[in-house]
Nanobody, 125 residues
């Protein structure tokens, strides 16, 4: 059974840092790319980042402030966020790219087939 479980969200002050986790089961990080998306209240889901096999891509809005890492032994991916801004406030989701053994280049949520339940990030003083 394919599952993705996010954790690590919370309340952080502007300029602060946070590390989100995405633990996967039913497949491995070596097989499928994982994308990160976020959705702020009243807004559409927005692409944040994607990673597979050492290849990462980032949306312009977060480039330079995010770093992705993985622990293959735990099949867990981490999204380190720095210099957080109030506009980063959103529910953050990880999702599995639909094509196996492929680098993800799509920012379209429809190209991701399994999703986690999300973790909330609030950036506020």
């Amino acid at each position: 059974q394919v599952q993705l479980v996010e954790s690590g969200g919370g309340l952080v002050q502007p300029g602060g840092s946070l590390r989100l986790s995405c633990a996967v089961s039913g497949f491995t990080l070596g097989e499928y790319a994982i994308g990160w998306f976020r959705q702020a209240p009243g807004k559409e889901r927005e692409y944040v980042s994607c990673f597979w096999d050492g290849d990462a891509s980032y949306a312009d809005s977060v480039k330079g402030r995010l770093t992705i890492s993985t622990d293959s032994g735990k099949d867990t991916m981490y999204l380190e966020m720095r210099g957080l801004k109030p506009e980063d406030t959103a529910d953050y989701y990880c999702a599995r790219y639909q094509n196996i053994f492929r680098t993800c280049r799509s920012q379209n949520p429809d190209d991701y087939d399994y999703w986690g339940q999300g973790t909330q990030v609030i950036v506020s003083s």
